[in-house]
């Protein structure tokens, strides 16, 4: 005998206090897939079928075949590296609500900026700042950027970001923890250590693309604003952007 | 779509054509997000589960098999992934606003839905989703057995066992929910 229940009343149950997903979600998700096809799945096969077609008289057994195969293929695939993206990464530092000073503007560009996807919220910014500039005609995806600074990992944005050919991504705050005072989940400079002497180490930033990272020292410490939390120590913390080495 | 149209797009997405590869998996983002979230209860860790689930999909899909559902291989994904990115556990939080949702509905229906929402908070994570599968997104059970990690057959069994274990509950208005 089949059983089954009243299908609303449980679909309710299962669904109690679901949030549906962001608009945007597919497409995103979709987007966000790197440009380049996935692993040939055939290939292992093919080289298999090639030793068995050229080289009979090699006594491999069916998982000495498939060894020689895959190892042939990580052969191949590492002597065919995809080229680096053409990428510059930029720090700089928002602070828009210095009490007891007129409102600093943000860094130029920023938020709604021709050609800027800007991951962050606002509308105050006390916090750090990337920016990433595709110089390539071709779409970018960025699979992380994460940053060290202060002795704290930041990884506090999506991964699978994808920056349009000839385009900007910045990426700040996505949280404000607290209005008064304004707290971010980005606010890098109170990652120094205490005190108005410079003693912060130098931040560094790491970007992901093609499951390969590099990391772009921040030498002028413009994200920890000098290696002190300058607005603890009577100055403002508002810096432009800068450039930085890989 | 004809079972070999399905099979033709799948031998596209395989051979790494983008475009049959989203085709495919498309569709299922949403669903897969729903999962992500039953087992994470939160919308970020959900869409994040099933951003990086896609990805492995993308990366794994040669490893698919033919006469395997991608449905089912592609939910696995995000189950896994989910797990792995877990915080809590599935309906560990009720959220008074959402009771206020439920009650859009009558009355009756209400008390029941919010018995029966206890009910299912107490159930095992696997037994939760093996009934979200089912239920919430009408999976055929030969579906969801690769996804709970079970035969059909066991997937079958564990399924009346769990509506057995809900049916106290939905017995209290029992005229009212027609049993099959």
């Known amino acids: 005998m089949e059983i089954g229940p009243d299908k609303p009343a449980l679909r309710d149950a299962l669904y109690e206090g679901f949030e549906p997903p962001s608009a945007e979600l597919r497409e995103r998700v979709l987007a966000s897939l790197p440009v380049a096809a996935a692993p040939a799945p055939?290939?292992?096969?093919?080289?298999?079928?090639?030793?068995?077609?050229?080289?009979?008289?090699?006594?491999l057994g069916g998982g000495g075949a498939v060894a020689v195969a895959v190892v042939i293929s990580v052969i191949l695939n590492q002597?065919?590296?995809?080229?680096?993206?053409?990428?510059?990464?930029?720090?700089?530092?928002?602070?828009?609500?210095?009490?007891?000073?007129?409102a600093a503007p943000p860094p130029s560009p920023w938020m709604g900026s021709p050609g800027v996807a800007f991951v962050g919220v606002g509308p105050d910014f006390d916090a750090g700042a990337i920016r990433i500039e595709n110089r390539s005609?071709?779409?970018?995806?960025?699979?992380?950027?994460?940053?060290?600074?202060?002795?704290?990992?930041?990884d506090i944005w999506q991964p699978g970001l994808k920056i349009a050919p000839h385009s900007t991504l910045i990426l700040t705050q996505t949280a404000v923890l607290?209005?008064?005072?304004?707290?971010?989940n980005f606010d890098t400079s109170e990652a120094n250590p205490s005190g108005c002497q410079p003693a912060g180490a130098i931040p560094?930033?790491?970007v992901s693309v093609n499951g390969t990272v590099r990391s772009y020292r921040d030498v002028n410490r413009v994200l920890n604003t000098g290696g002190l939390d300058a607005g603890n120590c009577g100055g403002a913390e508002s810096h432009g952007w800068e450039r930085l080495p890989a | 779509m004809s079972d070999?149209?399905?099979?033709?797009?799948?031998?596209?997405?395989?051979?790494?054509?983008?475009?049959?590869?989203?085709?495919?998996?498309?569709?299922l983002i949403e669903p897969g997000y729903h999962i992500a979230f039953g087992i994470m209860r939160d919308r970020y860790e959900a869409e994040d589960a099933v951003q990086e689930a896609a990805l492995t999909a993308w990366r794994k899909i040669g490893q698919l098999r033919e006469e395997s559902s991608v449905r089912s291989w592609f939910f696995k994904i995000v189950v896994n992934r989910s797990r792995m990115q877990r915080r809590g556990a599935w309906h560990s939080v009720i959220r008074l606003p959402d009771l206020d949702v439920v009650g859009r509905w009558n009355e009756e229906r209400t008390?029941?839905?919010?018995?029966l929402t206890a009910a299912v908070r107490e159930l095992a994570?696997?037994?939760r989703l093996l009934l979200f599968l089912h239920y919430g997104l009408d999976l055929p059970l030969q579906e969801v057995a690769p996804v709970v990690g079970l035969s059909p057959a066991g997937t079958k069994t564990r399924l009346y066992r769990v509506l057995k274990r809900l049916r106290p509950v939905l017995a209290e208005s029992e005229g009212s929910i027609p049993w099959k």
């Open chain 1, 137 to 154: 005609g071709t779409s970018v995806t960025i699979d992380r950027v994460t940053v060290d600074s202060g002795g704290q990992r930041f």
């Open chain 2, 4 to 27: 070999a149209a399905a099979a033709d797009l799948l031998g596209r997405a395989k051979s790494g054509e983008r475009e049959a590869f989203e085709q495919l998996i498309g569709p």
């Open chain 2, 111 to 115: 008390t029941r839905t919010l018995d």
């Open chain 1, 204 to 206: 560094i930033v790491h």
């Open chain 1, 178 to 184: 607290s209005r008064a005072p304004l707290t971010t």
């Open chain 1, 79 to 102: 002597s065919a590296p995809s080229p680096p993206p053409t990428i510059e990464v930029y720090a700089a530092y928002a602070d828009t609500i210095r009490s007891g000073a007129p």
């Open chain 1, 42 to 59: 055939s290939l292992v096969a093919h080289i298999i079928h090639w030793l068995q077609a050229h080289w009979p008289a090699l006594t």
């Open chain 2, 125 to 127: 994570e696997n037994d």
